[in-house]
């Protein structure tokens, strides 16, 4: 059964801080991995998606990298802004819908 | 292109009554499902659909019901609720089971069973 693990759990960071998120994986038998971001009361966004023969994506000042044989991936936020601070989900995709991580909460202090 | 829809946005049930939370895409996905998410616990599935007429269960399927007679529609029936399934429910949807699908989630419905 997959399991998805994001470290740490909560980070609190000050503005303009480069800043890596952390997501590994147990069966690295997957199609995707996606990371998402979900403000409080609100649904989930898609930020990046990587295929699984891909080794990253990027987006503006997101960039996501996916090791899949260790069954690793990162989300690496530059400067960050107050505007980050939201909670970031990783998820993978096997032969089922998608599998989540608990999330990481990111708290960007002005 | 409105997305994914979901209503009601809140909803307090007592325990033992039933309901019907709605789920829309206008994205002709063919791939749809159904997670809960609870504090501590990150969002599961319940169940899923990969086409009109097929369903399939998820990870936590007890006490919930789905039909998938429309592309666009996928609502999710609560038989008799329990304050166990008190929790916020998304609805998502994309249009393949491949690579390069990126999942489209709903608003989410706050359900409050008393």
């Known amino acids: 059964k997959q399991e998805v693990t994001q470290i740490p759990a909560a980070l609190s960071v000050p503005e303009g801080e480069n800043l890596v998120l952390n997501c590994s994986f147990t069966?690295?038998?997957?199609?995707?991995l996606q990371w998402f971001r979900q403000d409080p009361g609100k649904g989930l966004t898609s930020l990046l998606l990587?295929?699984?023969?891909?080794r990253e994506q990027t987006s503006g000042r997101l960039n996501a990298s996916l090791d899949k044989s260790s069954g690793r991936s990162t989300l690496y936020i530059a400067a960050s802004q107050p505007g980050d601070s939201a909670t970031y989900l990783c998820a993978v995709k096997g032969n089922t819908p998608l599998v989540f991580g608990k999330g990481t909460r990111l708290s960007v202090i002005a | 292109n409105a997305g994914v829809t979901q209503t009601p946005k809140f909803q307090v049930l007592k325990t033992g009554q039933s309901m019907t939370l709605q789920c829309a895409q206008d994205?002709?996905?063919?791939?749809m499902s159904w997670y809960r998410q609870d504090p501590g616990m990150g969002l599961r599935l319940i169940h899923y659909s990969v086409g009109a007429g097929i369903t399939d269960q998820g990870e936590v399927p007890n006490g919930y019901n789905v039909s998938r007679s429309t592309t666009e529609d996928f609502p999710l029936r609560l038989l008799s609720a329990a304050p166990s399934q008190t929790s916020v429910y998304f609805c998502?949807?994309?249009?393949?089971?491949?690579?390069?699908?990126?999942?489209?989630f709903g608003p989410g419905t706050r359900l409050t069973v008393l």
């Open positions: 998502a949807s994309s249009s393949a089971g491949g690579g390069t699908d990126t999942q489209y």
């Open positions: 069966d690295s038998a997957i199609y995707n």
């Open positions: 990587i295929q699984s023969s891909q």
């Open positions: 994205m002709n996905h063919e791939y």
